[in-house]
């Protein structure tokens, strides 16, 4: 049973480890003070939001699991979080306050994900997105993922499908060119194309709630 590193890798910080100028975003690994916060944009963010339950089990008692929050100035405006296993991460979560979409938070916290999958010795990485969410999916494929996999029904709340997406060459982390073109395929028609076949049961995330 593998254990994730402590918050340090070969004596490189983690904590605060991407720099943050005035203004700028900042990225910190979760903490329980930060729930009631990330709670707030969860609400707005899924259909089916975790718990503060879910998420305190995750920080406290979870081994595998690694969650980051963004940060302007004292504002906290996105989260995302990991399970790093062997060498394969599965993204859990990604989400951005509302009213901070579109700057590129997103961007940063899944970079950052990346980053620290990388320093825990993960080599690919892989998440599920509905298939009506092509915002998510846009940045999914900006980052290099692929759809290889659907879960049908997988979200107990309308019983839609999922698309699982892999990246498996995690760097260099961020946006990665795309294959032959400049700008990648949307999500869905990504998917058509690849000829996607239904998922077997290997790598599936922890819940169709989009959360544990
Ligand atoms: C998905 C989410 C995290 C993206 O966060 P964000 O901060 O708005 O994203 P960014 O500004 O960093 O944009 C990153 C990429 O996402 C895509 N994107 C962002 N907003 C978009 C929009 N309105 N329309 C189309 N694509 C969009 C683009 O590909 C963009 O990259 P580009 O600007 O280089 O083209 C955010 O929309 C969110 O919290 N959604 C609700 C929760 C959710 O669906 N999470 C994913 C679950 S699988």
């Known amino acids: 049973m593998m254990e994730l590193p402590s918050r340090e890798v070969s004596g490189v910080a983690l904590s605060h480890d991407v720099q943050s100028q005035p203004g700028e975003i900042r990225i910190d690994p979760m903490t329980p003070g930060d729930l009631p916060l990330v709670l707030a944009i969860e609400r707005r963010s899924f259909p089916t939001p975790w718990s503060e339950r879910a998420f305190a089990s995750e920080l406290r008692d979870n081994l595998y699991a690694d969650y980051i929050v963004a940060r302007r100035g004292h504002r906290l405006v996105g989260y995302a979080g990991m399970w790093c296993i062997l060498d394969e991460a599965h993204v859990?979560?990604?989400?951005?306050?509302?009213?901070?979409?579109?700057?590129?938070?997103?961007?940063?916290?899944?970079?950052?994900?990346?980053?620290?999958?990388?320093?825990?010795?993960?080599?690919?990485?892989?998440?599920?997105?509905?298939?009506?969410?092509?915002?998510?999916?846009?940045?999914?494929?900006?980052?290099?993922?692929?759809?290889?996999?659907?879960?049908?029904?997988?979200?107990?709340?309308?019983?839609?499908?999922?698309?699982?997406?892999?990246?498996?060459r995690l760097d260099p982390p961020g946006p990665v060119a795309a294959e032959g073109d400049d700008a990648p395929p949307t999500g869905r028609d990504a998917g058509l194309q690849s000829g996607m076949e239904p998922a077997t049961g290997a790598g599936a995330a922890p819940g169709g709630s989009e959360g544990p």
């Open 92 to 168: 859990t979560t990604i989400a951005v306050d509302p009213e901070f979409r579109g700057r590129g938070i997103g961007n940063r916290l899944l970079t950052a994900l990346e980053e620290r999958a990388l320093r825990y010795g993960c080599r690919r990485m892989t998440l599920e997105v509905r298939v009506s969410n092509h915002v998510a999916q846009r940045l999914y494929l900006r980052h290099g993922f692929r759809p290889c996999g659907i879960r049908r029904g997988y979200y107990v709340d309308n019983g839609e499908d999922a698309i699982i997406m892999w990246r498996d």
